[in-house]
């Protein structure tokens, strides 16, 4: 399931209903544009709870796991 909305501070039905929740971020960075990822919930299980810069190649997607955009 998708679920897509302007406003990040939004709480969706979908995300209660979820077992994991995995947003993707498009942020401003002095003017560049910054794709990020982060896991808002993963049921039952530990998960890093920092965003984390990414990129989309034509081999997949690479998390920079070992970054974070806000120290």
Do not use: C, Q, W, Y
């Not at 679920?3 to 498009?26: C, N, V, W, Y």
């Amino acid at each position: 399931m998708t679920s897509e909305t302007d406003r990040p501070e939004d709480i969706l039905m979908e995300d209660f209903l979820a077992s994991g929740l995995i947003k993707l971020h498009l942020m401003d960075s002095h003017g560049e544009k910054i794709r990020a990822i982060s896991v808002g919930k993963i049921r039952g299980s530990d998960f890093d709870h920092h965003i984390r810069p990414m990129e989309i190649t034509n081999r997949g997607i690479i998390v920079r796991s070992n970054e974070s955009l806000f120290e």
